[in-house]
């Protein structure tokens, strides 16, 4: 049979990670790379030796791709996105999170991509961890019984109080960058949520580096906090507490505890959980995120979280900063 054919846009650090996992693939063939820097697109020329390496989105249109990876900073993925739809580049994509840098983007993507056709997915690779997913699970399950309230962190040591405003412009703001992921999380385990209000917000003048807010639904109340300037966070953070009518669950990137009302409990750690990939790079669930989005191209049928998906975290986000501007914040 023959590879699936894919181009690689934006050679960062998520670009370079993406790319190598499907190298690997071997229904894959990784056949183009595109990025704006020379320096960049020299360096990939070494390591990916049979791709071509290209400086403009355009350059793709004539490459027989069967799909794309996006992996360009947040800004972009709106004009890199429909340029590859209307160029005809390919119907098939995937772009890291965010899907675009406001819900009024993101909509539109959604509308392009309804038009054309084609399989699309946003990278919130926590869904495919093996604790979250363990997680969901029980909650479909209604193990919890009714859900009553939600504490929900995101957090990192990236940047301090003092210096992260200047450092940390370029990647978007928290919201976008680290609170993407929480956010989806809480969608994919809750469904739709409304943004209630925001508390204790740190910003600058082009983004935030620490924010609280509330969310509601019928029935149910939470509280998410994000924040790139925590101490003692070498890694990323994730993390959840679920208080229900039958009992209460702790869940983080490493392991889920479960305690029920009858006074039965059970604890599950990482290794506990079929925590195996082919090719590991960085953490598994970013090979578990490509397999699934090249296995759905094979095999046909769609996939999650598709951009409609992804673009409720948009919409979140852009609530948030709703609340803010509002507040004076």
Not at 65 to 85: E, G, N
Request: aromatic share 10%.
């Amino acid at each position: 049979m023959d590879r699936l054919r894919v181009a690689v846009v934006g050679l960062g650090k998520m670009g370079l990670l993406h790319a190598s996992i499907l190298n690997v693939m071997p229904s894959v063939e990784v056949v183009a790379l595109c990025d704006k820097s020379y320096l960049l697109l020299k360096f990939v020329r070494k390591l990916f030796k049979k791709a071509k390496a290209v400086d403009e989105v355009d350059k793709l249109a004539d490459l027989d791709l069967d799909f794309v990876y996006i992996a360009t900073p947040i800004p972009a993925h709106f004009p890199v996105v429909k340029a590859i739809y209307l160029k005809e580049v390919t119907h098939n994509l995937f772009v890291e999170k965010t899907l675009a840098s406001s819900w009024e983007k993101a909509e539109e993507l959604c509308d392009l991509a309804q038009t054309f056709g084609g399989v699309n997915m946003v990278g919130y690779m926590k869904r495919f961890s093996p604790t979250f997913g363990k997680a969901k699970s029980l909650l479909d399950r209604r193990d919890l019984g009714d859900l009553n309230y939600f504490d929900a962190h995101a957090y990192s040591s990236d940047f301090s109080f003092q210096k992260g405003s200047k450092m940390s412009r370029s990647r978007g703001g928290v919201l976008g960058d680290l609170g993407s992921h929480i956010i989806d999380l809480a969608l994919w385990f809750f469904g739709d949520l409304e943004v209630e209000s925001t508390l204790n917000s740190i910003l600058d003048e082009t983004g935030e580096d620490s924010i609280n807010f509330k969310v509601k639904k019928m029935g149910l109340e939470g509280t998410v906090h994000v924040s790139w300037c925590m101490d003692n966070y070498r890694m990323p953070s994730f993390g959840l507490i679920i208080i229900g009518s039958a009992g209460t669950m702790k869940v983080d990137d490493y392991s889920l505890d479960l305690k029920l009302s009858n006074g039965i409990s059970y604890r599950w750690f990482r290794h506990d959980l079929n925590d195996h990939v082919s090719f590991l790079l960085g953490e598994s669930e970013y090979y578990r995120e490509d397999e699934t989005f090249v296995n759905s191209l094979l095999k046909g049928g769609k996939v999650e979280p598709s951009f409609v998906t992804a673009s409720k975290v948009d919409r979140v986000i852009d609530q948030v900063k709703d609340k803010m501007k509002a507040y004076g914040n």
